[in-house]
């Protein structure tokens, strides 16, 4: 019965060793449960656990208990790294004749010594000393030992692996991001190259990018989507290098015949980006549909309401905006009351009423805010050019304007 009870408390053991080692986190906790656990099972008074650290071969021990800390690290060479790892099954009863050239197994009262092994390689050393009822340490003690100690080995292994694992992947995010922040780099420099094509037009690549985003962001769309529809706000005019720069510069408004040379833009903008893998797949077909209109008169398909991807439409509102905010060499910049009165015209023909109603609270959350630090979209505006106490009706009323439109259509 004595037997039985005995087996029954190591499975307990067992049990909660490996509940430990699989929910433990930080190293020192795993190593110092191990060894508390093996320990208390059999109420063995002292113990010390090591781990070897396989690129120098030291021993180092990271727990024990009535033992004082530090024991002194041990240098492991290859021959009694192989007589340690062909021990592993059973362990070594220490004695002065069996003493192993392990300098800890000298440090009083240990009887017994365990090579933790996994796979042939030794992880660490468990050593263990007398227990609490001065009886020896007996065969099925040491069998009970030699269970606990495989555990122990395969845990701390797994922690091992799981820290190489996790270096691993802060080390390839780290990558990405680097990745990543050389991508928009580069589609910033594009975009300032677009612009630089037109006078009048400097920034606008890089506005137009910003104003996409929080729109999309307002939304509720998520940061892939976001940043997807940042990009191809940089990239959106990236067909205009085509285009005559004598006809992008002209200080009159665009006659008949230049005007299809610059709806080519779109066609050509699609042609360039389709030919280019991008981490946003949707990104050709944003810049060839920014100007199509949810009435069907935009170009170059005439494409409808949902025939128009939610990017294009956020990109048309985007552009329009800044087109209307900034001086053009065929007109003058407009008043921030008249841009916010074309807004409410041309929603449910040229501007989707969901992308305005989304931008009307961004412009709104902005306006409420008490410093211009908070203000960004602003302040990649003229100074002066948005006078809160004189504008911010308007914005409330073209948020309720765009409300009203969403709920009349269901």
Known sequence: MDRTHRLLHSFAALADLGQELSEARDFGEVARASLYIVLGTLAIRRGALGIRDPETQRLRYVAARGVQLPLPDEELDATTYDALVATASAGLWLSPSTLPPVRAALHGNFELLMPLVVRRELIGLLLVGEKATEEPISQDDREIIAAMARHVAVGIHNHHLMAEVQERASENRRLYDDLRALYHDTVRAFAVAIDCKDAY???????????????????????????????????????????????????????????????????????????????????????RYHHERLDGSGYPEGLRQDEIPLGAKIIALADAFDAMTTTRPYRPQLPFDEVIGELVRGMGTQFDPAVVCAFARVLLREAEQSSAERRPLFGLLDPNYVRLERNLPRIEELLARAERTLAAAG
């Open 201 to 287: 037009t400097r920034g606008h690549s890089e506005r137009v990018g910003y104003y996409s985003a929080a729109v999309a962001r307002a939304l509720g769309l998520d940061e892939d989507e976001i940043e997807g529809i940042r990009v191809a706000g940089y990239l959106h005019d990236i067909g205009k290098l085509i285009v005559d720069r004598e006809v992008m510069n002209s200080k009159l408004r665009f006659s008949a015949c230049d005007v299809p040379e610059l709806r080519q833009h779109t066609i050509a903008g699609y042609e360039i980006l389709a030919r280019i893998k991008h981490p946003y797949a949707d990104l050709p077909l944003l810049a």
